[in-house]
């Protein structure tokens, strides 16, 4: 597949470095790089120019909308990154944040205590009274562990903001996210996890069926699409 450049961009911050991007072609999804600007320092880069009109117009925009405002919002909290930096109509970069996924954490078998848990709970809780629900926090790619055994979350592309939504709705995108947090810790951590959350993990665990956050929308379509033609 053809490269595609994309050099010196002018960042929305005009006192921000300049970044270099290099994308490939993927459909139906943001192509994600690291890259280091002129100073050295790490970017992530989520573009979606590479993707055809048809997903940049009725899907990326609304990807890109969700995550960068749930990121401008967050981004004095400590264990989300920033700030954004706008690169272009269908691309933005934040800064990189070091650390293990909880995948890595459970490939390699290493051990969580309940502090680290405890710290997930809160930072979660945080962004809820911020007025932001991330929705895929089930995913242990979107979860970090950063120096310090702390916590971080990544992947803001289906984060809903709970302002404008009745209190039952809140509290149940609310739950969805803890819920999420909990079943990290059942896995990692099973004998720190109490009662109560090990309940609510299992409450909302019976409503999977009804989910539609799992993954990007035309990425699952293409995956079905690709199984179908396999047959």
């Given amino acids: 597949m053809a490269e595609q450049t994309l050099s010196n961009i002018i960042l929305e911050d005009a006192a921000a470095p300049v970044l270099s991007v290099h994308t490939k072609k993927r459909w139906g999804n943001a192509h994600v790089t690291i890259q280091k600007d002129d100073q050295g320092q790490k970017w992530v880069v989520k573009d979606f120019n590479p993707c055809s009109a048809l997903v940049r117009h009725l899907f990326a925009r609304f990807i890109l909308s969700a995550e960068i405002r749930a990121l401008r919002r967050l981004q004095n909290v400590d264990g989300i990154p920033g700030p954004v930096r706008i690169l272009s109509k269908w691309s933005f970069a934040y800064p990189f944040v070091d650390g293990l996924t909880l995948r890595d954490i459970r490939t390699q078998g290493i051990k969580l205590d309940r502090s680290y848990f405890e710290a997930l709970e809160a930072l979660v809780t945080e962004m809820h009274e911020i007025g932001v629900a991330h929705l895929d926090l089930r995913n242990r790619r979107n979860i970090l562990v950063i120096e ?61 069926r009804f989910w539609v956050f799992k993954g990007y929308p035309l990425q699952k379509l293409s995956s079905k699409s690709r199984r179908g033609r396999k047959k």
């Fill in 148 to 208: 310090g055994d702390k916590p971080a979350l990544l992947d803001f592309g289906t984060a809903l903001s709970l302002k404008y939504w009745p209190g039952f709705i809140r509290r149940l995108l609310s739950s969805v996210d803890l819920a999420g947090v909990y079943k990290h810790w059942n896995k990692l951590s099973p004998e720190t996890i109490n009662p109560e959350r090990r309940k609510m993990m299992h409450k909302m665990k019976s409503l999977d």
